[in-house]
T-cell receptor, first 115, second 115 residues
Framework: DQQVKQNSPSLSVQEGRISILNCDYT??????FLWYKKYPAEGPTFLIS?????DKNEDGRFTVFLNKSAKHLSLHIVPSQPGDSAVYFC??????????????FGKGTHLIIQP | DTAVSQTPKYLVTQMGNDKSIKCEQN?????MYWYKQDSKKFLKIMFS???????INETVPNRFSPKSPDKAHLNLHINSLELGDSAVYFC??????????????FGPGTRLTVL
């Protein structure tokens, strides 16, 4: 039962353009969402997060949008750079419920930035 | 000055053997985790310890036994290894309890291959 879904295994974007990575969730208890970036042979590194009381959070080139009614969030990277090529994991947690289950991850989307 | 380190990075072993993976964090965090990334690329939480106390124990075979000698270390011992145990195992740490909005910092992963 995939509670966090990233339906695009890979995404190819031209350098300088906008990259949009999507994530859907099914558990209505989730109220805190994170994006992690992972390079080959390395562990995931935290990128950006958003609480369910917000619908947008921005940090430099990275913006995360949350649509609670659709149970959907997206990560926008603009402009995309070659160093952004990596696997991006969406993760969710239920903070208000104590969050005792830790983070639930999606399968990841491999972003490839074309020169 | 690695924040979260794991050893070994690669582990190849025969079915039925017992093996351990070590994890250490030098961030002064109170909580540590073990995640398994399976062949379908899902990152699933296995265990979490807070100040050496077990606080998350997902449905994992009891052949897997975490051990936390102190809050900077969380080792994973696996008995009677099976083919299905082949995966990449990630250690992580965070300042607070799971469910708080603290960022989790991941180790580089240990690729376990059971032959």
């Amino acid at each position: 039962d995939q509670q966090v879904k990233q339906n695009s295994p890979s995404l190819s974007v031209q350098e300088g353009r906008i990259s949009i990575l999507n994530c859907d969730y099914t558990n209505s208890m989730f109220d805190y969402f994170l994006w992690y970036k992972k390079y080959p042979a390395e562990g995931p590194t935290f990128l950006i997060s958003i609480s369910s009381i917000k619908d947008k959070n921005e940090d430099g080139r990275f913006t995360v949008f949350l649509n609670k009614s659709a149970k959907h969030l997206s990560l926008h990277i603009v402009p995309s750079q070659p160093g952004d090529s990596a696997v991006y994991f969406c993760a969710a947690s239920a903070l208000s419920g104590g969050g005792a289950d830790g983070l639930t991850f999606g399968k990841g989307t491999h972003l490839i930035i074309q020169p | 000055d690695t924040a979260v380190s794991q050893t070994p990075k690669y582990l190849v072993t025969q079915m039925g053997n017992d093996k351990s993976i070590k994890c250490e964090q030098n961030l002064g965090h109170d909580t540590m985790y073990w995640y398994k990334q399976d062949s379908k690329k899902f990152l699933k939480i296995m265990f979490s310890y807070n100040n050496k106390e077990l606080i998350i124990n997902e449905t994992v075979p009891n052949r897997f036994s975490p051990k936390s000698p102190d809050k900077a270390h969380l080792n994973l011992h696996i008995n009677s290894l099976e083919l299905g145990d082949s995966a990449v195992y990630f250690c992580a740490s965070s300042q607070g309890l799971p469910g708080l909005s603290d960022t989790q910092y991941f180790g580089p992963g240990t690729r376990l291959t059971v032959l």
